[in-house]
């Protein structure tokens, strides 16, 4: 039957069998709120359950990690086939074999950009061989060292300027040095007296070797595997300066050692893959891996990370490092 309406004033109610009155309707209207906040509170704990999802348990679960690189040979790459390339990737590859990982996504970024797109999650780790130094070690998880890799300069052929070193760079202000951004060979220029004014930075190794040839700058900087594998590919036009002088650092060596880096909540990622990785530096097929990319036994790694990561070098003022040089995302 339905209700009748009374007027009370200008407040319109309904009476009738099926009407409630006011204590059951707030009741209601509590209970209807209460279920709202359960439900919306049930799917933020389902939607923070996924992104809490351990990076290693999402890794053995999907059989799949993504791998984070810069191009730069023979470190990291993708050939003309598409497959990813470089000692990185190889070693890399081998690793999560033994843990069951089957599928590698390479994800590509600029040298500059590799730690920032780690820590935003682009990608589970970092392949390129990063050199391991105490500003980085704060800022990433890294593995156990697997090569070691000295500096050296691509120059123009017949090395019209006569550099065997950063010194000589130094003595000079009319030398331009090219150097990519974020790259180790920035801090050791600026420590070694080469003034800011005079290191131009390049996206990546590519065009860094294009402004060689071009003469936009006199020497690029880089790993020597690096300046090896460039001269290499263009042997008419480019050389690697010989003898170099490695430059001598405040409180560490010249010689740098490359390691995988993880973001530093991804503990258990880091420890499962490093135990693979220090069974693997052990075999005797190791040597013969990294040879495939034009390393050799003297590349082998030679120091501990935690040596590594140990802040015993001295900043100066009078020679800042690449902190004072523009450096895109300060992977440096």
């Given at each position: 039957m339905?209700?009748k309406r009374r007027?009370?004033?200008?407040?319109?109610?309904?009476?009738?069998p099926w009407a409630?009155?006011?204590?059951?309707i707030?009741a209601?209207?509590l209970?209807?709120a209460?279920?709202?906040?359960?439900?919306?509170g049930?799917r933020?704990a389902?939607?923070?359950a996924?992104?809490a999802?351990?990076?290693?348990?999402?890794?053995l679960?999907?059989?799949?990690?993504?791998?984070g690189?810069a191009?730069?040979?023979p470190?990291?790459?993708?050939?003309?086939?598409?497959?990813?390339?470089?000692?990185?990737?190889?070693?890399?590859?081998?690793?999560?074999?033994?843990l069951?990982?089957?599928?590698m996504?390479?994800?590509?970024?600029e040298f500059?950009?590799?730690?920032?797109?780690?820590?935003a999650?682009?990608?589970?780790?970092?392949?390129?061989?990063?050199?391991?130094?105490p500003?980085?070690?704060?800022?990433?998880?890294?593995s156990d060292p697997f090569f070691?890799?000295?500096?050296?300069?691509?120059?123009?052929?017949?090395?019209?300027?006569?550099?065997?070193g950063?010194?000589?760079?130094?003595?000079?202000?009319?030398?331009?040095?090219?150097a990519?951004?974020?790259?180790?060979?920035?801090?050791?220029?600026?420590?070694?007296?080469?003034?800011?004014?005079?290191?131009?930075l390049?996206?990546d190794?590519?065009?860094?070797?294009?402004?060689?040839?071009?003469?936009?700058?006199?020497?690029?900087?880089?790993?020597a595997p690096?300046?090896e594998?460039?001269?290499?590919?263009?042997p008419?036009?480019?050389?690697?300066?010989?003898?170099?002088?490695?430059p001598?650092?405040p409180?560490?060596?010249?010689?740098?050692?490359?390691?995988?880096?993880f973001?530093?909540e991804?503990?258990?990622?880091?420890?499962?893959f490093?135990?693979r990785?220090?069974?693997l530096?052990?075999?005797p097929?190791?040597?013969?891996?990294?040879?495939?990319?034009g390393?050799?036994?003297?590349?082998?790694?030679?120091?501990?990370?935690d040596?590594?990561?140990?802040?015993?070098r001295?900043?100066?003022d009078?020679?800042?490092?690449?902190?004072?040089?523009?450096?895109?995302?300060?992977i440096?």
């Amino acid at each position: 039957m339905p209700g009748k309406r009374r007027n009370i004033g200008q407040i319109d109610r309904v009476t009738g069998p099926w009407a409630l009155p006011r204590p059951a309707i707030l009741a209601l209207v509590l209970a209807l709120a209460l279920a709202l906040v359960l439900v919306a509170g049930h799917r933020s704990a389902l939607a923070q359950a996924a992104v809490a999802e351990a990076t290693l348990d999402r890794i053995l679960r999907t059989g799949e990690v993504r791998i984070g690189y810069a191009p730069e040979q023979p470190f990291s790459f993708r050939s003309p086939d598409g497959q990813l390339g470089g000692i990185g990737p190889a070693v890399a590859r081998q690793v999560f074999a033994a843990l069951g990982v089957t599928t590698m996504k390479g994800v590509e970024s600029e040298f500059s950009a590799l730690i920032p797109d780690l820590l935003a999650r682009r990608y589970d780790v970092i392949v390129s061989g990063l050199s391991v130094r105490p500003e980085r070690c704060r800022r990433v998880a890294f593995s156990d060292p697997f090569f070691r890799a000295g500096s050296a300069f691509a120059v123009r052929a017949g090395n019209p300027r006569d550099l065997h070193g950063y010194a000589d760079v130094a003595r000079n202000p009319a030398i331009r040095l090219g150097a990519v951004f974020g790259t180790v060979e920035i801090d050791d220029a600026r420590a070694s007296g080469v003034a800011g004014e005079q290191i131009l930075l390049f996206p990546d190794a590519a065009t860094a070797a294009s402004g060689v040839r071009s003469g936009r700058v006199d020497a690029y900087a880089a790993r020597a595997p690096t300046v090896e594998n460039l001269v290499q590919r263009s042997p008419r036009l480019l050389e690697r300066a010989a003898p170099f002088e490695e430059p001598v650092l405040p409180g560490r060596s010249s010689i740098d050692h490359g390691a995988f880096a993880f973001r530093p909540e991804d503990g258990d990622l880091r420890a499962a893959f490093n135990a693979r990785l220090t069974e693997l530096l052990r075999t005797p097929d190791y040597p013969g891996l990294i040879g495939r990319f034009g390393f050799t036994a003297s590349e082998l790694p030679a120091r501990r990370l935690d040596e590594l990561c140990r802040t015993s070098r001295r900043r100066h003022d009078s020679r800042p490092t690449s902190d004072t040089v523009p450096c895109g995302d300060q992977i440096c």
